[in-house]
């Protein structure tokens, strides 16, 4: 019997959800999708060089998955660059931990957890603060 799927832990947000090749406008790319899970996968192992069995038990997910989940990520990631496509990164079956609090007016980034709130930045005290984790969160208007 199948196990039933298991929603992936996300530690935070990423910063940036989009990238592509600088000087070509974007309705000229095709773009690639890769998942928020996808993009963990990616920062875990590549970014934070964790074991597939440490990155694994981190996201809730068995290390086969997690191997299955890096694979597809990194072919995603190699074919936007390699072919000059717009990498775009999406939501998915997730539980966000942590969400990351972005000042636009000094550029502080803070990360609290998912539940709690930044109405003021704690660097500068403006109140232009953009919650990160808002496009990725369930029930919840952008």
Known sequence: MKQPYRRRRIDEPPKFLN????????????KIEIS????EAIRLADYMQLEHEEASEKMNIS???????????RQKV???IIEGHELIIKGGNIELLN?????????????????E??????????????????PFMKNESK
Do not use: Q, W
Not at 36 to 39: K, T
Not at 63 to 73: D, H
């Open 19 to 30: 990238f592509k090749p600088s000087g070509i406008p974007r309705g000229m790319l095709k």
């Open 63 to 73: 290390r086969p998955t997690f191997t299955r989940l890096i694979r597809s990520a």
């Open 117 to 134: 709130t930044e109405e003021n930045c704690p660097e500068c005290g403006s109140d232009h603060v953009e919650n990160l984790a808002k």
């Open 36 to 39: 928020l899970d996808e993009y």
């Open 99 to 115: 969400a990351l609090h972005h000042c636009k007016d000094c550029g502080e980034t803070v990360s609290k957890p998912i539940d």
């Open 78 to 80: 190699a074919k936007s």
